[in-house]
């Protein structure tokens, strides 16, 4: 038995990980004046989250530290209970506990941690790490030669040549990237469909992020693994990921392809984070400054009435405050749960959709115009199907 994984026969548009309507509350410790007032107070860490992973792509989850995109892949990995919602692996509803039933469970969908320095036990050398995790998954072989092909073949999988030279070393004496490699080959070790990579380059040089980056695209291609992409970073989303979500305070506000959401961001937060990346080529000008937004994130023990971000919004109305909005549905497959969008004649497509580039920076809907057909004006339908 050896570790090299063979092509599945399923098309690269399966779902294999799907979360519908994920929910999670952490309690907060009871204070003197919540046993008096009776109060109970929870964080608001995910609220409605529903998300596809897909064999042979890479989805990224993006938004600022705080938004809830690390509990989102420690639900996904069955670290926490779920408050609601389901998940599904394979179209099959699972609730991993503990046991046999966690440990199948984990065999498809592994966990790749932020920080390389802390994932592995310092006491112990590569060669264990990687050991231990083909034994717990029954990935081991049969006697000392055919583990010792099945550790180098994981090592070479992770681009760790030649594997002699790495098996036998303890942590301190590998460099960041060279750590977080092992973690991935521990990872590939149970022979998962799934990667969940929460943040896997932040604590990297930048030197050597893209170097993790093309591995697991590599993986990607060759294994036609569901990668999920945790990142604040929307930049390398696009360069990485096939398709984008964003996420602020708990809740996914858009979501498309990757090239769509960063080059025609609908919803006001979306813009904002990528106008706050650094760019070169941005004019420095008022006009381009114009909107940037303020404050501070909402608490999430107690989360403003309707839109999340309204608070923070250049674009909010009155109905922002009130109502939380919904996802509608816009142009190529994108869609953005804001106001913006309601179904309006104005920035209608062809098939009554809104799109993105028909709402002015005011957050005015522009006039459709009309094809070289004449055809009339066409009746908008923002599909407002609640996230």
């Given at each position: ?47 409605d ?32 209970p ?16 503990r ?78 990237g ?48 569901a ?10 989303a ?101 106001w ?5 004649a ?14 002015s ?27």
């Open positions: 038995m050896t570790t090299e994984q063979t092509p599945r026969a399923r098309t690269e548009t399966d779902v294999v990980l799907e979360a519908r309507a994920v929910t999670k509350h952490f309690p907060v410790r009871r204070t003197g004046r919540d046993l008096i007032a009776r109060r109970h107070r929870t964080v608001h860490a995910v609220d989250v529903s998300l596809e992973l897909r064999r042979g792509t890479v989805t990224a989850l993006v938004g600022e530290s705080g938004s809830g995109k690390s509990t989102v892949a420690r639900l996904l990995a069955q670290l926490y779920l408050t609601a919602g389901e998940i599904h692996l394979g179209g099959t509803a699972v609730k991993a506990g046991g046999r039933s966690f440990r199948t469970y984990v065999k498809q969908v592994q966990l790749i941690f932020q920080d390389p320095f802390a994932s592995l036990n310092p006491v112990h050398t590569v060669r264990y790490h990687l050991t231990r995790a083909l034994r717990i998954h029954g990935r081991a072989g049969r006697g000392e030669a055919e583990l010792e092909k099945n550790l180098a073949a994981l090592l070479e999988r992770v681009q760790l040549t030649p594997p002699h030279q790495y098996l036998d070393k303890f942590p301190h004496e590998l460099s960041g060279q750590r977080q490699r092992v973690a991935i080959a521990r990872a590939l070790g149970a022979d998962p469909q799934v990667l969940l990579a929460d943040e896997p380059v932040s604590m990297l040089d930048v030197s050597i992020r893209l170097g993790v980056l093309n591995l697991l695209r590599d993986l990607k291609e060759r294994l036609r693994l990668i999920l992409y945790i990142t604040h970073d929307i930049a390398s696009r360069y990485f990921a096939d398709t984008t979500l964003v996420m602020y305070a708990g809740r996914i506000v858009e979501g498309g392809d990757s090239e769509t959401v960063t080059q025609r961001p609908a919803h006001p937060y979306t813009q904002l984070l990528i106008a706050s990346a650094p760019d070169p080529d941005r004019v420095a000008d008022e006009a381009a400054q114009e909107e940037t937004g303020s404050g501070e994130p909402p608490s999430l023990i107690d989360p403003p009435a309707g839109c999340r971000f309204h608070p923070r919004c250049p674009k909010a109305m009155e109905r922002c405050r009130t109502e939380l909005p919904p996802r509608f549905d816009l142009a190529d497959g994108q869609w953005a749960a804001c913006l969008y309601e179904g309006t104005e920035g209608a497509t062809a098939d009554g959709t809104a799109t993105a580039a028909d709402v920076a005011d957050g005015t809907a522009s006039a459709p115009t009309d094809t070289a057909g004449g055809a009339a004006s066409r009746s908008a339908t923002a599909k407002g199907a609640a996230k």
